[in-house]
């Protein structure tokens, strides 16, 4: 299958500064990407659907000023989480498609803001 | 919301055949039934994927209820690395736009 890439694999930040998640489609073009959070022993959560070329649309009850995504690229894809806090903590995952293929998963991220 | 039901877990012996069941008993016509696994601390993975008819790879097959309101994984000789969190997900359509909106899934515990 196709191969997604996220970049880092975890991370730990001090409360209060931001935190940027890399998401990477390595053998395919992807002009859609999502990204979702898992907290612990609980489903994905669907937070947004990122957008090569436009703005990102987030989920209901998502915040979008706290959750920057840019897909500057059609392999590429940031989330930034903007002053993090403990309660951000969590993994967060990202997904891509090609065109009319299945979706498939990066590795996730771990975040832990202490 | 996520559109289907799962156990929250099962049990199966190595080397057994592993029947998960998921009932989308809302399911329209134009939606695809699908399956991914999550094992501990990784992203999901992708199984299989079908419409209407019964599917086979080299990983699973899947069995289509003819009403489409229900269908079952077989992993037909499980191992303990099967050991994962199964996902059975509708999916409007199959383009890149469309979204993967995951349920609780079912926590597959393979016993040695």
């Known amino acids: 299958g196709a191969v997604v890439s996220q970049h880092p694999s975890w991370v730990i930040c001090k409360s209060g500064t931001s935190v940027k998640i890399e998401c990477r489609s390595l053998?395919?073009?992807?002009?859609?990407m999502f990204w979702y959070r898992q907290f612990p022993k609980q489903s994905l959560m669907l937070m947004a659907t990122?957008?090569?070329?436009?703005?990102?649309?987030?989920e209901q009850g998502v915040e979008k000023d706290k959750f920057l995504i840019n897909h500057a690229s059609l392999t590429l894809s940031t989330l930034t989480v903007t002053s993090a806090h403990p309660e951000d903590s969590s993994f967060y995952i990202c997904?891509?498609?090609?065109?009319?293929?299945?979706?498939?998963f990066g590795q996730g991220t771990r975040l832990t803001v202490v | 919301d996520a559109k289907t039901t799962q156990p929250p877990s099962m049990d199966c012996a190595e080397g057994r055949a592993a029947n998960l069941p998921c009932n989308h008993s809302t399911i329209s016509g134009n939606e695809y039934v699908y399956w991914y696994r999550q094992i501990h601390s990784q992203g999901p993975q992708y199984i299989i994927h079908g419409l209407k008819n019964n599917e086979t790879n080299e990983m699973a097959s899947l069995i289509i209820t003819e009403d489409r309101k229900s269908s079952t994984l077989i992993l037909p000789h499980a191992t303990l690395r099967d050991t994962a969190v199964y996902y059975c997900?509708?999916?409007?359509?199959?383009?890149?736009?469309?979204?993967?909106?995951f349920g609780t899934g079912t926590l597959l515990a393979v016993q040695p």
């Open positions: 990122s957008n090569e070329g436009s703005k990102a649309t987030y």
């Open positions: 997900i509708v999916r409007e359509g199959r383009g890149a736009t469309n979204k993967l909106i």
């Open positions: 997904s891509a498609s090609d065109r009319g293929a299945d979706a498939f």
């Open positions: 053998d395919f073009q992807a002009t859609t």
